[in-house]
Protein backbone atom coordinates (compact mmCIF):
# COMPACT_ATOMS: atom_id res chain seq x y z
CA UNK A 1 0.00 0.00 0.00
CA UNK A 2 1.25 3.19 -0.97
CA UNK A 3 2.05 5.96 1.93
CA UNK A 4 0.69 9.75 1.56
CA UNK A 5 3.63 11.91 2.03
CA UNK A 6 1.90 14.70 3.24
CA UNK A 7 0.58 12.24 5.81
CA UNK A 8 4.09 11.16 6.92
CA UNK A 9 5.29 12.18 10.21
CA UNK A 10 9.30 12.20 11.21
CA UNK A 11 9.90 10.67 14.93
CA UNK A 12 9.39 12.79 17.61
CA UNK A 13 12.63 14.20 19.16
CA UNK A 14 13.06 13.57 22.78
CA UNK A 15 14.42 17.13 23.95
CA UNK A 16 14.39 15.88 27.57
CA UNK A 17 16.02 12.70 27.19
CA UNK A 18 15.06 9.03 27.59
CA UNK A 19 15.06 6.86 30.70
CA UNK A 20 17.92 4.98 28.65
CA UNK A 21 19.78 8.31 27.92
CA UNK A 22 19.08 10.87 30.48
CA UNK A 23 20.36 14.42 28.95
CA UNK A 24 21.72 17.45 31.12
CA UNK A 25 22.16 20.82 30.42
CA UNK A 26 24.41 23.03 31.77
CA UNK A 27 25.84 26.79 31.42
CA UNK A 28 29.48 27.63 31.46
CA UNK A 29 30.83 30.98 32.04
CA UNK A 30 34.17 32.45 32.29
CA UNK A 31 35.25 36.22 33.54
CA UNK A 32 38.84 37.27 32.75
CA UNK A 33 40.61 40.37 33.68
CA UNK A 34 43.51 41.44 32.09
CA UNK A 35 45.60 44.44 31.25
CA UNK A 36 44.68 46.45 27.99
CA UNK A 37 46.80 46.13 24.69
CA UNK A 38 46.11 49.78 22.97
CA UNK A 39 44.49 52.80 23.76
CA UNK A 40 42.61 55.43 21.64
CA UNK A 41 42.44 59.49 21.71
CA UNK A 42 40.53 61.19 20.37
CA UNK A 43 42.06 64.81 18.62
CA UNK A 44 39.70 68.01 17.66
CA UNK A 45 41.06 70.99 15.87
CA UNK A 46 39.76 74.09 15.61
CA UNK A 47 40.09 77.42 13.58
CA UNK A 48 38.45 80.31 12.91
CA UNK A 49 38.55 83.69 10.86
CA UNK A 50 36.35 86.51 9.57
CA UNK A 51 37.73 85.12 6.26
CA UNK A 52 36.48 81.63 5.16
CA UNK A 53 40.24 80.94 3.10
CA UNK A 54 42.26 82.37 6.01
CA UNK A 55 40.31 79.36 8.47
CA UNK A 56 40.37 77.28 6.38
CA UNK A 57 43.84 77.28 5.98
CA UNK A 58 44.74 78.32 9.91
CA UNK A 59 42.93 74.30 10.34
CA UNK A 60 44.76 72.79 7.38
CA UNK A 61 47.91 74.14 9.37
CA UNK A 62 46.74 73.70 12.19
CA UNK A 63 45.97 69.97 11.60
CA UNK A 64 49.26 68.94 9.72
CA UNK A 65 51.15 70.06 12.87
CA UNK A 66 49.13 67.68 15.12
CA UNK A 67 49.36 64.77 12.44
CA UNK A 68 53.38 65.53 12.03
CA UNK A 69 53.40 65.52 15.92
CA UNK A 70 52.05 62.32 16.49
CA UNK A 71 53.97 60.54 13.62
CA UNK A 72 57.19 61.28 15.35
CA UNK A 73 56.29 58.90 17.64
CA UNK A 74 56.70 55.85 14.79
CA UNK A 75 55.61 52.54 15.95
CA UNK A 76 54.50 53.34 19.45
CA UNK A 77 51.13 55.04 17.05
CA UNK A 78 49.87 51.87 15.53
CA UNK A 79 46.92 53.75 13.25
CA UNK A 80 45.61 57.18 12.54
CA UNK A 81 42.26 58.08 11.11
CA UNK A 82 41.10 61.47 10.59
CA UNK A 83 37.50 61.51 11.14
CA UNK A 84 35.22 64.72 10.45
CA UNK A 85 35.76 67.87 9.15
CA UNK A 86 33.48 70.70 8.97
CA UNK A 87 33.80 74.59 8.43
CA UNK A 88 31.10 76.85 9.11
CA UNK A 89 29.59 80.61 9.15
CA UNK A 90 28.76 82.31 12.59
CA UNK A 91 26.05 84.46 11.89
CA UNK A 92 25.08 87.81 13.66
CA UNK A 93 22.29 90.18 13.31
CA UNK A 94 22.88 93.21 11.48
CA UNK A 95 19.81 95.74 11.04
CA UNK A 96 17.00 93.76 9.82
CA UNK A 97 18.93 91.03 8.49
CA UNK A 98 22.06 89.08 9.01
CA UNK A 99 25.81 88.81 8.36
CA UNK A 100 28.40 86.57 8.59
CA UNK A 101 30.88 87.44 11.98
CA UNK A 102 33.21 84.66 11.36
CA UNK A 103 33.89 81.30 9.79
CA UNK A 104 34.49 78.26 12.37
CA UNK A 105 36.62 75.15 11.46
CA UNK A 106 36.92 71.95 12.88
CA UNK A 107 38.68 68.41 12.09
CA UNK A 108 38.87 65.59 14.16
CA UNK A 109 41.18 62.66 14.01
CA UNK A 110 41.69 59.43 16.43
CA UNK A 111 45.21 57.73 16.97
CA UNK A 112 45.91 54.24 18.27
CA UNK A 113 49.02 53.66 20.72
CA UNK A 114 50.46 50.67 21.99
CA UNK A 115 53.04 52.39 24.12
CA UNK A 116 51.13 53.45 27.10
CA UNK A 117 54.54 55.80 28.12
CA UNK A 118 54.44 57.60 25.21
CA UNK A 119 50.48 58.33 25.67
CA UNK A 120 51.28 60.21 28.40
CA UNK A 121 53.72 62.32 26.83
CA UNK A 122 51.50 62.29 23.47
CA UNK A 123 48.46 63.30 25.29
CA UNK A 124 50.50 66.21 27.02
CA UNK A 125 52.14 67.68 23.67
CA UNK A 126 48.50 67.43 21.95
CA UNK A 127 46.49 69.18 24.75
CA UNK A 128 49.17 71.93 25.14
CA UNK A 129 48.61 73.06 21.40
CA UNK A 130 46.52 76.24 20.88
CA UNK A 131 42.60 75.36 19.44
CA UNK A 132 42.92 71.54 20.47
CA UNK A 133 40.77 69.60 22.39
CA UNK A 134 42.31 66.04 23.31
CA UNK A 135 39.60 63.43 24.48
CA UNK A 136 40.36 59.93 26.27
CA UNK A 137 42.24 57.71 26.40
CA UNK A 138 40.04 54.77 26.03
CA UNK A 139 41.40 51.27 26.81
CA UNK A 140 41.02 48.03 24.62
CA UNK A 141 41.58 44.77 23.69
CA UNK A 142 42.43 44.03 19.84
CA UNK A 143 39.74 41.79 18.05
CA UNK A 144 41.26 39.47 17.56
CA UNK A 145 43.35 39.12 20.88
CA UNK A 146 44.49 35.58 22.19
CA UNK A 147 42.34 36.82 25.49
CA UNK A 148 38.61 36.19 24.01
CA UNK A 149 39.93 32.86 22.87
CA UNK A 150 40.88 32.11 26.31
CA UNK A 151 37.63 32.92 27.38
CA UNK A 152 35.22 30.81 25.45
CA UNK A 153 38.18 27.85 25.89
CA UNK A 154 37.54 28.30 29.51
CA UNK A 155 33.76 28.64 29.49
CA UNK A 156 33.81 25.41 27.75
CA UNK A 157 35.63 23.40 30.13
CA UNK A 158 33.74 24.97 32.85
CA UNK A 159 30.61 23.78 31.23
CA UNK A 160 32.14 20.28 31.18
CA UNK A 161 33.15 20.11 35.06
CA UNK A 162 30.02 21.63 35.88
CA UNK A 163 27.96 18.73 34.14
CA UNK A 164 30.32 15.84 35.59
CA UNK A 165 29.67 17.40 38.79
CA UNK A 166 25.75 16.78 38.69
CA UNK A 167 26.39 13.21 37.16
CA UNK A 168 28.70 12.67 39.78
CA UNK A 169 25.90 13.47 42.20
CA UNK A 170 23.98 10.80 40.79
CA UNK A 171 26.63 8.45 40.90
CA UNK A 172 27.01 7.73 36.53
CA UNK A 173 29.32 9.78 34.28
CA UNK A 174 28.64 11.49 30.95
CA UNK A 175 27.72 9.37 27.99
CA UNK A 176 28.15 12.54 25.23
CA UNK A 177 27.68 15.91 24.09
CA UNK A 178 24.35 16.38 22.47
CA UNK A 179 24.91 20.41 22.14
CA UNK A 180 27.39 23.37 22.56
CA UNK A 181 25.83 26.94 22.31
CA UNK A 182 28.03 30.10 21.82
CA UNK A 183 26.08 32.88 23.23
CA UNK A 184 29.16 35.23 22.74
CA UNK A 185 32.92 36.24 24.28
CA UNK A 186 32.83 39.70 24.40
CA UNK A 187 34.46 43.29 26.37
CA UNK A 188 32.14 44.36 29.09
CA UNK A 189 30.41 47.59 27.15
CA UNK A 190 31.60 50.57 29.06
CA UNK A 191 30.58 54.36 28.49
CA UNK A 192 32.56 56.87 26.37
CA UNK A 193 33.99 57.04 22.55
CA UNK A 194 33.58 53.73 20.56
CA UNK A 195 32.32 51.50 23.78
CA UNK A 196 35.61 52.43 25.34
CA UNK A 197 35.68 53.37 29.26
CA UNK A 198 36.81 57.05 29.05
CA UNK A 199 40.10 59.58 31.27
CA UNK A 200 40.79 62.63 30.90
CA UNK A 201 39.85 65.30 28.36
CA UNK A 202 41.52 68.67 27.59
CA UNK A 203 39.33 72.22 26.25
CA UNK A 204 39.83 74.56 24.17
CA UNK A 205 42.05 77.33 24.45
CA UNK A 206 40.60 80.09 22.54
CA UNK A 207 43.26 82.50 24.81
CA UNK A 208 45.90 85.55 23.09
CA UNK A 209 48.25 85.31 25.88
CA UNK A 210 51.57 84.96 24.86
CA UNK A 211 52.57 81.37 24.33
CA UNK A 212 54.18 79.02 27.42
CA UNK A 213 57.54 77.56 25.68
CA UNK A 214 57.91 75.48 28.38
CA UNK A 215 56.32 72.11 27.40
CA UNK A 216 53.73 70.62 30.44
CA UNK A 217 55.20 67.46 32.19
CA UNK A 218 53.68 64.29 30.40
CA UNK A 219 50.33 62.25 32.03
CA UNK A 220 51.13 59.76 34.48
CA UNK A 221 48.20 57.36 32.54
CA UNK A 222 47.22 54.01 34.39
CA UNK A 223 45.79 51.62 32.10
CA UNK A 224 42.08 50.24 33.08
CA UNK A 225 41.83 46.62 33.21
CA UNK A 226 39.69 44.75 30.85
CA UNK A 227 36.73 42.82 31.19
CA UNK A 228 36.01 39.90 29.22
CA UNK A 229 33.40 37.54 29.35
CA UNK A 230 32.43 34.16 27.58
CA UNK A 231 29.07 31.69 28.09
CA UNK A 232 28.49 28.57 26.30
CA UNK A 233 24.95 26.91 27.15
CA UNK A 234 26.03 22.91 26.90
CA UNK A 235 24.12 19.63 26.30
CA UNK A 236 24.98 16.31 27.21
CA UNK A 237 23.89 12.35 27.45
CA UNK A 238 24.70 10.58 30.58
CA UNK A 239 24.91 6.56 31.64
CA UNK A 240 21.37 5.63 33.53
CA UNK A 241 21.63 6.62 37.09
CA UNK A 242 20.81 3.94 39.39
CA UNK A 243 18.30 5.89 41.13
CA UNK A 244 16.90 2.82 43.74
CA UNK A 245 17.76 3.65 47.32
Not at 168 to 186: I, K
Amino acid sequence: MDTDPATTQAPTSTPYGTPDAPRLAVRGEAHLEVDPEIARIGITVHARGTDRRDALNDLTRRNSVVLDLIKTYGEAVEKVETGAFSISPELTKHGRGERIRAYHGRVHATAELTDFTALGELTTRLADLDLTRVEGPWWALRSDSPIHRKARQQAVREAVQRAREYAEALGTGLAALVELADLGAENAPAPGYGGFAGGMRSAVSYGGAAPDLTEAPPLDLEPQRQHVYATVNARFTMTPPDLQP
